[in-house]
Every structure is written in structure tokens, then in C-alpha cells.
């Protein structure tokens, strides 16, 4: 009989479904459930048990952990039903990514219903979902780092440790400020590029090896061609969706408002991603600016 501990996996969609099925290849038991019927049908079709409800998938389950689409998801969650169904010291697992401020409330909830919590906001997108290499930007107590470990280690090739209760969070919120930033700016030198007559490759070719290189040149290239990979030789299906972008630099903007911290440019990548995504491409990939640059409709 395995040793693992069981785990409560909740919420199914396109990234929850990747990590969820990793760890059951992992020889984990889970007890998976999604509001989205057609999410539970494609854990069963993965050989992921499923259950009826999110109170179910809490029961009898070592570590409980949530993939939601918000923080006022998560909150519902532990006050509605999560917190009465997990057994005294059950490991909630936070995995969305969520407001720094709900993420300690949820922390506080749970330590005080006699369980245990932290944070552990993810980057990498679908494609690191699938491919289990994931970053974990955790928030915990040190005394449950290494069963937290244990378990992401399935799922991501990099886990850091930030800090207490919403300190993954706050991570997480910062790297995506950046992300959003670079995205925008290398697609301005994309379409600058083309303008001036580069040839894309050419011009990936300088980028990727000079001052410029980023994680948004080398890895999720806004031009087709360079990076076969990227969503751009996809017709830019997410991958990580405008709309997901729009809402982490939201996130950032109210921290940046909380913390009276003067960033010109984060606040602009969340205005920017905010209109894109509200102007009918909210299901595209981040990386799809680039098309409303070439228009002239930012």
C-alpha cells in the first residue's frame, strides 16, 4: 500500500487537469472534482478519481489543494464548505493565483478552523502544466516544507520558498508585473523590426543572445517562426490567456495602489492587457498584442 499521502484536487481546467493528472502518473490517490462537468469527465478519462462535490474531494484526504479561477473563489470554498469537511490538520493547498490580502485571509480561516495552509501560486502556463515543469512560488510555515515539497516536486522543476502566508502570492504578482511588461516590449520591437525590414529570425537571433533576451523572445516568441513552440505558430491559442494576463496585472495594480508604489509601467502593461482582453480576445494568448501593435488599437 502506498505511503503517499491522498489528496483532495480541486478545480480541473487547463491547468488544474495537467498538474492533477502528473501526480496521479506519480502513483498518488486523488479525489478530483470541477464545478465544469466536462472538467470531471476528462479527470475520469485521465484514470483520476473523481467525486460529487468539493465538500467529497475534502474528506478523508491528507492535503486539499484548489486551482481557482479567483480569490473570492477560494474564500467561498474554505467558508462554504472546505474548512467543515477536511479533518482537523488537513494541508490546504492554495495553487491559484490570487490577491495577496485574500490569500492571508484564507491562510487565517484555515489555521483557525485547526488546519494547515499555504500558498503556492504557479508560473509556466499550460505547456509547463503538461511538461511538469513548473515554478512554485510558495508561501508556508517552515515546518511543512518538505511534505509541501514532496508533493509540487511532481508537478514543477523549481519550487521557492518567499516567505510566510501570502508571501508566494506577492511573488507571483510581481513576476507576472514583469511579464506583462517585457511581453508588451518585445512585441513593440517585433513589429519596429518588420517596419525597418528585419526578417524575424534575424532579429530573434539578436535579441535572444544580446541585452534584450527574455523569457517573452526565447520561450513565448510573439512572431511565428523563431521559437516553434511559442503560441504564435498556433495562431496564438493559449497557452496563458489575455485574459489571465488582465487579471494578474490587476492583482499587481491593487498591490501597487496598497503599497503607494509609483510603476509607471506596470500600471500601463494592466491598462493595455485590460483593454486587448475586454476587445474580444480574452481567449488568445498573452503574446497576441502583437497583433493589436501592428494595428495601431492599444
Keep these: 500500500m502506498s505511503n503517499l499521502p491522498v489528496i483532495g484536487f480541486l478545480g480541473l481546467g ?15 490517490k486523488l479525489k478530483g472534482f470541477d464545478v465544469v462537468p466536462a472538467a470531471v469527465q476528462a479527470a ?8 460529487d462535490s468539493g465538500a467529497d474531494a475534502a474528506k478523508d484526504v491528507d492535503i486539499v489543494l484548489t486551482m481557482f479561477p479567483s480569490g473570492q473563489h477560494v474564500l467561498d470554498a474554505y467558508r462554504s464548505y472546505l474548512l467543515d469537511a477536511a479533518a482537523p490538520n ?18 487565517e480561516l484555515a489555521v483557525a478552523a485547526g488546519h494547515r495552509s499555504a500558498d503556492a501560486p504557479v508560473s509556466g502556463g499550460v505547456v509547463g502544466a503538461e511538461a511538469g515543469t513548473l515554478t512554485f512560488m510558495l508561501g508556508a510555515e517552515a515546518a511543512d516544507l518538505a511534505e509541501i515539497t514532496a508533493v509540487l516536486e511532481h508537478m514543477g522543476k523549481r519550487i521557492v520558498h518567499c516567505g510566510g502566508h501570502g508571501s508566494g502570492q506577492a511573488a507571483k504578482i ?16 517585433f513589429v519596429l523590426g518588420e517596419r525597418l525590414g528585419l526578417e524575424h529570425q534575424a532579429l530573434y ?8 533576451q527574455c523569457w517573452s523572445v526565447t520561450t513565448n516568441c510573439p512572431v511565428p517562426g523563431p521559437v516553434p513552440a511559442s503560441p504564435a505558430n498556433r495562431d496564438y491559442q493559449p497557452g496563458f490567456a489575455a485574459a489571465l494576463m488582465a487579471k494578474d496585472l490587476g492583482l499587481a495594480s491593487s498591490a501597487l495602489e496598497h503599497t503607494d508604489t509609483d510603476a509607471r509601467m506596470g500600471a500601463l502593461a494592466a491598462a493595455l492587457y485590460r483593454k486587448f482582453s475586454d476587445e474580444g480576445n480574452a ?5 497576441g498584442i502583437i497583433n493589436a501593435v501592428r494595428e495601431g488599437t492599444l
Excluded: K, W
Aim: charged share 15%.
Design 205 to 212: 537571433d539578436v535579441i535572444s543572445t544580446a541585452s534584450g
Design 90 to 107: 488537513t494541508l490546504l493547498l492554495e495553487c491559484s493565483t490570487i490577491d495577496v490580502a485574500q490569500a492571508r485571509e484564507a491562510a
Design 44 to 51: 475520469a478519462d485521465a484514470g483520476i478519481e473523481t467525486v
Design 14 to 28: 487547463h491547468m488544474g487537469l495537467p498538474m492533477a493528472i502528473n501526480l496521479h502518473r506519480a502513483g498518488y
Design 174 to 189: 510581481c513576476n507576472n508585473m514583469l511579464l506583462g511588461v517585457s511581453m508588451i516590449g518585445a512585441a513593440e520591437a
Design 283 to 287: 481567449g488568445t494568448d498573452f503574446s
